[in-house]
């Protein structure tokens, strides 16, 4: 075991870093062994992540499936680019939902995930509403969160596809979380809201300069490849980080605060859904300073909006304008 702050100096270089000589495995439990009271007292309440395996055997949306579904309906779809992850963060203009969409068709951009376009772009379809689409009502999904006991949706669900090899970078969300992975596997890292400080956000500050293009819940370390010159603080974080794959059928829950680095395996197209849920017990909600940081960071970011908004209502398509904002949102 690795003591805090004595780290062996080869287990720091730069070079031979291994992030996997650092984490924990993030706990799993068969759903065959788990009740809604068990997940309630183990992981709900006091705000601890789990993987749930045998959720939704037999549920594989490959990209036939996606396609049946959903080919003639649009999305939006975000190109990141790889060279960004190759490059300080502080050079990033925009992070996340800040990186501007655009509209594709659905059948358009299976294409783009089978011919390596999308990979070869960085073209990630995600966090899109299924809301209004014909897999809104998924029943096995909503028996699946029925099954945890899930309460009080914050939003519908959410899909995301992409190419293998890709990463959604190091952050965390204000609400609680469900990931549930469909097809392909995907790598999470993570690390607890005690860790906020050790892993560098963004300053609040970016919401005045910057509005909702680059928010402060992301952070500033790349966690396999840190730089300890500038990020001294991180070593600390590595004595809580936690590491899992999540294989199809099984669901990650991902509590509010909770930092995590997301990213699919292999070279094959990805997919998986998410849910945000409201924070419960209230308790939870109202004592976690991670959380409260994100919602002063949108007040901050009010001016920004309301530029936003009112550029909307004068552009000649409306809709699609504040579709744009409400995504980024």
Request: charged share 20%; glycine share 6%.
């Amino acid at each position: 075991m690795i003591q805090p702050n004595s780290f062996p100096d080869n287990l720091l270089d730069p070079q031979d870093f291994n992030l996997q000589t650092f984490a924990k495995p993030v706990p799993r439990i068969d759903v065959q062994n788990l009740t809604q009271r068990l997940f309630r007292q183990q992981h709900l309440v006091p705000g601890k992540p789990v993987v749930v395996t045998g959720l939704l055997d037999g549920l594989n949306w490959n990209l036939d499936f996606l396609l049946k579904h959903l080919g003639n309906l649009t999305f939006p779809v975000r190109h990141y680019g790889r060279d960004r992850y190759q490059r300080d963060k502080h050079t990033w203009e925009t992070i996340g939902s800040g990186v501007p969409t655009y509209s594709i068709n659905f059948a358009r951009y299976v294409r783009m995930l089978r011919s390596g376009e999308a990979r070869e772009k960085d073209a990630y379809l995600g966090r899109c509403s299924l809301k209004d689409t014909p897999l809104e009502d998924a029943a096995q999904i909503h028996q699946a969160e029925a099954r945890l006991g899930m309460r009080l949706p914050a939003t519908a669900i959410n899909l995301w596809v992409g190419s293998g090899g890709r990463t959604s970078a190091l952050h965390y969300d204000p609400m609680d979380g469900t990931l549930m992975q469909l097809q392909g596997e995907k790598q999470v890292v993570l690390f607890p809201p005690s860790q906020l400080y050790n892993l560098y956000p963004f300053p609040l500050l970016n919401y005045l300069r910057y509005g909702m293009k680059r928010r402060a819940l992301y952070s500033q370390v790349y966690p396999n490849r840190p730089d300890f010159e500038a990020f001294p603080r991180y070593r600390e974080a590595l004595n809580h980080c936690q590491m899992t794959v999540v294989k199809v059928g099984e669901t990650l829950f991902i509590p509010a605060g909770w930092w995590h680095e997301v990213s699919s395996l292999g070279t094959d197209a990805v997919c998986s859904v998410n849910r945000f849920w409201n924070v419960l017990p209230l308790s939870r909600a109202l004592t976690n300073w991670s959380k409260w940081r994100v919602h002063l960071g949108f007040v901050m970011a009010m001016p920004h909006l309301l530029g936003n908004l009112a550029g909307a209502i004068a552009s000649t398509d409306r809709e699609q304008a504040f579709r744009k904002i409400m995504q980024r949102m």
